[in-house]
């Protein structure tokens, strides 16, 4: 619900949403909006199985952890990354006043069922990071070393910050899967 409700924020304040557009028909508009993403319009009943088969997941409030998993299934494809990263970059503003009128279209949003198929994905998805995160032998050594880096590559941040952080896609590089030696499809 948190990126349900930065997404709305963000909207509203780039003007693509008005601020008069009540956040329950957000919510309706955007119903499974993950699931409607990754499996496509057509919501079947198999659809978060075959997004489960199809893409290997994160967790956002797992976020570390989820960037450990990817390294190490990467690894076992003999391709080393680090996806180390500088301190959070999206940073929610809730006001309390915020959240309690938040706290009330979640639970209208809630009785309506708008997100129930997003709901069951994120379930099945931390489940399947709870099962990758027991297949790691050295899971807390290696999230030790993934924080170490994350705080050298903040540390590097302070004394130079990026510069254009966030420009989107027109600024991202895209490498296509079949260019990559050795990489089979889902990585995992």
Known sequence: M???????????????TDCNF??????ERHHDFQVRVLGGEDIKEDRVQSILQTFKLGILERFDES???FEWLLLQQGISVNFAYPGRKNKSKASQQNVENMSKE??????????????????????????????IPDM????RDFQQRCDQAQSREERTPLKGYGKGPSDFTYLEPSTVPGLRPGFG
């Open 2 to 16: 948190d990126r349900n409700w930065s997404a709305y924020q963000f909207q509203i304040h780039q003007g693509s």
């Open 22 to 27: 009540p956040y329950a028909q957000y919510l």
């Open 67 to 69: 960037m450990v998993v």
């Open 106 to 135: 979640i639970d209208n949003a809630l009785k309506m069922n708008c997100f129930l198929k997003d709901l069951e994905l994120y379930r099945a998805a931390s489940g399947l990071l709870d099962e990758r995160i027991a297949a």
């Open 140 to 143: 807390d050594q290696r999230l």
